[in-house]
């Protein structure tokens, strides 16, 4: 029989403290990861799916327009940055189904440059996932330089189904709301802010130059 070596224990010990470490390390990594990546896959969650009033992003219009109306209103609001947003109209009735067209106008008042990003929804809640957009500021990024004022479009249409699901049928109006919120602060050079500040091209649908179109 062979004498016991008194350190072994103490070798497997250390052995299970290591895995143990291992996996830990590994399962806070993990962790940490996890909660990085939330914000944007529930936000991608939420703009996909029209949860919690966000509303959905489409490359073409609606297949039909129907007879029955609603009420779409406006509402814009600031977040910490020195700028003047408002919507152009307060609201516009649209058949359902129908594209409709609203503008939104956002001033800088500061002395920079400043980059912000629009977030939005739609309320009722039950309403996100049929509001839908060809067209928006809030898609990008927007850098406003300092003292300037630019015109941005909205396209978007209401899904016919929106008429069929129990939840918005007898729903007669919505309201699309928007907040701009600093973003990643604009870089901004001579040159960029030549490009900026120089005059743009007539819009296609006549008045004045108009941002996005």
């Known amino acids: 029989m062979s004498p016991t070596n008194p350190s072994d224990p103490a070798r497997a010990a250390g052995r299970r403290n290591k895995v143990v470490a291992i996996v830990c390390g590994a399962v806070f990594l993990g962790m940490v990861g ?9 936000k991608a969650f939420c703009q996909f799916t029209g949860f919690n009033g966000a509303t959905r992003r489409a490359q073409t ?5 129907i007879d029955q109306t609603l009420l779409v209103r406006f509402d814009t609001n600031i977040r910490d940055l020195p700028w003047t947003f408002v919507a152009e109209q307060t609201s516009q009735t649209v ?27 739609v309320t009722p809640d039950q309403a996100g996932a049929y509001f839908q957009k060809l067209e928006c500021f809030c898609f990008t990024d927007q850098t406003i330089p300092a003292g300037k004022t630019i015109e941005f479009p909205v396209v978007y249409f209401v899904d016919p189904k929106f008429a069929n699901d129990s939840d918005t049928k007898n729903k007669s109006e919505v309201t699309l709301s ?35 179109l």
């Open 34 to 42: 996890a909660a990085y990546a939330a914000v944007p896959i529930y």
């Open 95 to 121: 058949k359902i189904g129908q594209t409709g067209l609203a503008y939104f106008k956002v001033t800088n008042n500061g002395p920079t440059a400043l980059t912000g990003h629009a977030v939005y929804n």
């Open 178 to 212: 928007y907040t701009f919120y600093p973003a990643v602060p604009a870089k901004t050079d001579a040159k960029t802010t030549e490009a900026l500040q120089a005059p743009k091209a007539a819009s296609a649908l006549g008045g004045s130059a108009r941002s996005g």
């Open 61 to 65: 219009g609606a297949d039909k327009v």
